[in-house]
């Protein structure tokens, strides 16, 4: 797996950092919350540990954020012992699975482990072929006529979400806050103005969407009307 590794504790960045690589992960550490969202946000990874006390950004924020652009991420926050309160707790929630440190390296390994096999499943959305295009979600490119066009992490993110919830309508107010991490009725235009974006890099005829299909009244769907 490509694993993300926040933490900003030196000696615990680059122990966790050779763990990984040892068990044969490509791994990327960095030491602080805003370079966590950079690096989560530029690049794909399939893993993100990420640390709950950090230094600029707070683990929690850069949760939420990654959260935000990449809803399948899964997401392994480290948490000091004794920081259990309620606020943390529901805090964790947020994430896919935490360790307490100090946590042992077989500890660590088995909860990547387990954290990793249930992405592949998740995550099973890399690519779409449709109507002679490829959508590589994995490398965020859309292929079609020899042409590249790039998506962006947020476009990622709708695709995925409406993949993963493929089985009913997803509303705009449900993408606006579990995508684009934000609440509020005036916003939700936003979300049909990314559509419509994501609509002309995807489909064919983004004035008859395949892909991206409009419920009236309801809000978006992965190909349901078909
Ligand atoms: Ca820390």
Known sequence: MRILVV?????LREGI???LHGDGHTVTAVGDGVAGVEAG???VFELVVLDLMLPRLDGMEVCRRLRAARPGMPILMLTARGSEDDKV????EGADDYVTKPFSAR?????VRALGRRAVSAESLDEVQIDGALIDLARMVVMRDGDHVALTPR??????????????VVSRAELLEQVFGQRGDLQTRAVDMAI??????????????RLIVSVKGAGYAWKLAR
């Open 7 to 11: 933490e900003d504790e030196a000696s």
């Open 17 to 19: 950092r050779d763990l």
């Open 41 to 43: 946000l530029g690049e």
């Open 89 to 92: 707790r529901g805090l964790i």
């Open 107 to 111: 500890e660590l390994l088995a909860r």
């Open 155 to 168: 476009e990622v993110g709708i695709l995925r979400w409406l993949y993963q919830h493929k089985d009913r």
């Open 196 to 209: 419509a974006v994501l609509r002309k890099k995807v489909e064919v005829d983004p004035a008859k969407p």
